[in-house]
């Protein structure tokens, strides 16, 4: 895969995971627009509310997993980076539990973690408790997240792209995400590990 064709598909995994929320906005403008019963529009009032405020959480996570965040050697806030998945998982089948000191991290370790945070996430299809943890010192960055549910599993494809093993068929924009993140363990020299028992997926890194 050359770096155009990472482009375009980390760019078709942003459209992806924004037009579900954006097209309800949209439904529910047009039953605003039609509807005169008070109830519906009051139904149709929370839709839109809820649908923005969640294309707003994605949007603000992306920008900063996907994004440049920042200049060369920046270093981003692991508080507000708890914040942004928050965000992103409210309202979700998923909780998270962030057990991780107020700290500042380099951009692409914050992001290793933010992007590993979501394959964790992303593993529970049934929804559970996603736990992060790290250690204290940000001159030498490392965590362990650990995803627990009825259902923990992370597809061989996934397992793969973590791992920057060939996979066996074309890559997709929902699994680019996973090249994202070893991408970003390479470039860190991380030591991402990811281990997967029954009902629990952990990954750490450091």
Request: contains cysteine.
């Amino acid at each position: 895969m050359n770096e155009i064709e990472f482009s375009a598909l980390m760019v078709s995994r942003v459209c992806h995971d924004l037009v579900g929320p954006l097209g309800a906005v949209v439904n529910g403008l047009e039953v605003l627009e039609d509807e005169r019963d008070a109830a519906m529009r009051e139904d149709a009032i929370k839709l839109v509310t809820s649908s923005a405020n969640q294309a707003l959480a994605r949007i603000q996570f992306m920008r900063i997993a996907f994004g440049a965040a920042g200049s060369a050697g920046a270093e981003l806030d692991l508080g507000e980076i708890g914040r942004l998945l928050n965000g992103l998982l409210e309202g979700g089948k998923v909780k998270l539990e962030w057990n991780v000191p107020p700290s500042y991290w380099g951009k692409d370790w914050a992001k290793l973690l933010m992007n590993a945070t979501l394959v964790g996430a992303d593993s529970l299809t049934r929804g559970g408790l996603v736990t992060v943890e790290a250690g204290d010192d940000p001159k030498a960055p490392k965590f362990k997240i650990i995803a627990t549910g009825q259902v923990a599993r992370i597809p061989e494809e996934v397992e793969k792209a973590l791992r920057g093993e060939q996979l066996s068929g074309p890559v997709d924009a929902r699994g680019i995400q996973p090249h994202l993140t070893y991408r970003l363990s390479r470039t860190v020299n991380a030591g991402l590990a990811v281990t997967v028992r029954e009902g629990t997926v952990e990954i750490t890194a450091g």
